[in-house]
Nanobody
Framework: QVQLVESGGGLVQAGGSLRLSCAAS????????MGWYRQAPGKQRELVAT???????NYVDSVKGRFTISRDNAKNTVYLQMNSLKPEDTAVYYC???????????????WGQGTQVTVSS
């Protein structure tokens, strides 16, 4: 199995910055894409940003230019640098990894437990 442990959430004023980290551990053959999703109260979970193991990135329009996703493949860790935070960024942020446990196994989706990000106005 794969365990994802997130850290870095918290309370910040509008315009401030936070950096989220997510470390994957377990019996992992390869991690393909990694990403961050978020879920605000009363809303569906939405994709924030993804990054492939080759470094290609994708962002939801609302965070482009403010958030940066990166990863350290040697550490199986993905980061989300969040700048110019807005109250509408308030949500629980979840880490996701598409990982294979063996060479022959399919790539399955794994989730972290979530970390709260609260942006005050």
């Amino acid at each position: 199995q794969v365990q994802l442990v997130e850290s870095g959430g918290g309370l910040v004023q509008a315009g401030g910055s936070l950096r989220l980290s997510c470390a994957a551990s377990g019996s992992i053959f390869r991690i393909n894409a990694m990403g961050w999703y978020r879920q605000a109260p009363g809303k569906q979970r939405e994709l924030v940003a993804t990054i492939t193991n080759g470094g290609s990135t994708n962002y939801v329009d609302s965070v482009k230019g403010r958030f940066t996703i990166s990863r350290d493949n040697a550490k199986n860790t993905v980061y989300l640098q969040m700048n110019s935070l807005k109250p509408e960024d308030t949500a629980v942020y979840y880490c996701n990894a598409q990982a294979q446990l063996t060479y022959y196994s399919p790539s399955n989706s794994y989730w972290g437990q979530g970390t709260q990000v609260t942006v005050s106005s």
